[in-house]
């Protein structure tokens, strides 16, 4: 009884243990994609720098948008608008004009959160 009641645990452990191993592919990275990846991931670093700026912050805070959820959503966004964006970030002047920036920036992500419907604030003028 000792044998057969060691086999039966020994099968049923085996047979346990063969179902919970998935099966994994792995695949080739294309450099195409990789630089897609890594060009995206650029353009959000530029983005984030920008927003992270204390006068961006606190621009974003006093119109009652959190800094947070703001680049979650601009992480989201589809690479040809992220690329605008950060485009427009990389010309606007850096210095003494930098409360058009600030402005410009903050105007894109109002756009942007208004699109996507989390704020209406165009719609109460």
Known sequence: MGIRRAVICFSTLAFLCTTLI??????MVGTQQYLQVVDRQARLDVIERAMYRDDVRNQLVSLGVDP????QRIARLPD???AAMAEQIDAMPAGGDSV???IGIVFVVLLILELTGVINIFNAF
Do not use: E, S, T
């Not at 998935?22 to 695949?27: E, I, R």
């Not at 947070?68 to 680049?71: E, K, L, P, V």
């Open 100 to 102: 058009l920036a600030v």
């Open 22 to 27: 998935a099966p994994v592919q792995a695949g």
């Open 68 to 71: 947070a959820d703001a680049m």
């Open 80 to 82: 040809r608008d992220l």
